[in-house]
C-alpha cells in the first residue's frame, strides 16, 4: 500500500466563492464519511469529487486512483486511533481491554474500515505509529513480553475486524439498527422465531438454545472473547513467573 497521506502534501485551489484550501487528509476524512454511511461500493471519485464541491480534474491532483483514496483512508483511521487513558499502575487485563475497546470504537464509528483493511496493507508510518506502536508500547508497559504483546495485539486487531464484519450483516447484535431499516427488536423477533421454527429433532441444541444465539452479534459476546484472550495472557504471566 503506498504511504498516500505521508507524500501527499495540502494544495490550495480556486473554486470562485467556494476558493478555500483543501489537502489530502481532507479528502480522505470525507472519503471515510460517504463510505461509512452509504457504504464502501457506493463511494466513487465523482460522488467525492461533489461532496467536496470541486471537480474531478482537481480530485486526481491528489490521488491518482480510487486504490490511492482507499489507501489514504485506511491511514487517516488507523493513524487518529485514540487509546483511552489508563491508570499507572494499569494491569495486562486493563491494558489489553483499553485496546480492545479503542479497536471496536473504531470499527463501530466507520464501518467501512473493516473492509478497507481485510483488502490492503497499510506502509504509512502515521498509521504504524497510531494503531501499532503505541498499541503495543501500552500493551508492553502493563507488564506483557514484547512477544506476547505482539500476539495479544495481533489477536485483538483481527478478532476486532472479524467481529465488524460478522455484526455488519446481522444489525439485530448492534446497538442500534439504522433509522430506515427494521428495527432491531424486530430483528431479533424474526431470528428467535427462525430458530424456534427448526425441527426440534434435527436440531435440539438451536432450539433449546435461540436465546443465546440472537445474542452472538452482541457487543457481550465481543467482550467474553476479548475476557478469554486476558485469561489466557494473565495465565501465560503465572507460568512464566518464578515461584
Known amino acids: 500500500m503506498s504511504d498516500a497521506m505521508d507524500q501527499i502534501t495540502s494544495q490550495p485551489r480556486g473554486n470562485g466563492s467556494r476558493d478555500r484550501a483543501l489537502n489530502a487528509e481532507m479528502i480522505a476524512r470525507q472519503a471515510l464519511t460517504l463510505a461509512d454511511e452509504g457504504g464502501l461500493e457506493k463511494l466513487t471519485v465523482r460522488s467525492l469529487a461533489n461532496a467536496l464541491g470541486i471537480g474531478t480534474m482537481t480530485f486526481y491532483g491528489y490521488f491518482r486512483s480510487k486504490e490511492e483514496i482507499l489507501d489514504a483512508m485506511a491511514d487517516e483511521a488507523l493513524g487518529s486511533l485514540q487509546l483511552p487513558e489508563g491508570p499507572p499502575d494499569e494491569s495486562p487485563r486493563q491494558a489489553i481491554e483499553s485496546v480492545a475497546s479503542a479497536f471496536r470504537g473504531l470499527m463501530r464509528d466507520h464501518p467501512s474500515i473493516a473492509q478497507i483493511l481485510s483488502s490492503r496493507v497499510t506502509t504509512s ?61 424486530e430483528l431479533r423477533r424474526q431470528q428467535r422465531h427462525y430458530y424456534a421454527a427448526l425441527p426440534r429433532a434435527e436440531f435440539p441444541r438451536l432450539v433449546e438454545l435461540r436465546d443465546e444465539l440472537i445474542e452472538l452479534p452482541g457487543e457481550e459476546q465481543f467482550r467474553f472473547g476479548v475476557s478469554c484472550l486476558c485469561d489466557i495472557v494473565e495465565a501465560t504471566l503465572d507460568i512464566s513467573s518464578p515461584s
Open 125 to 185: 508510518q502515521r498509521a504504524r505509529r497510531g494503531a501499532m506502536e503505541v498499541v503495543i508500547d501500552r500493551l508492553m508497559r502493563s507488564g506483557i513480553p514484547g512477544p506476547l504483546a505482539v500476539k495479544s495485539y495481533g489477536f485483538l486487531m483481527i478478532y476486532a475486524l472479524g467481529f465488524a464484519g460478522y455484526q455488519a450483516v446481522r444489525p439485530w447484535g448492534s446497538d442500534g439498527a439504522p433509522a430506515d431499516e427494521v428495527d432491531e427488536s
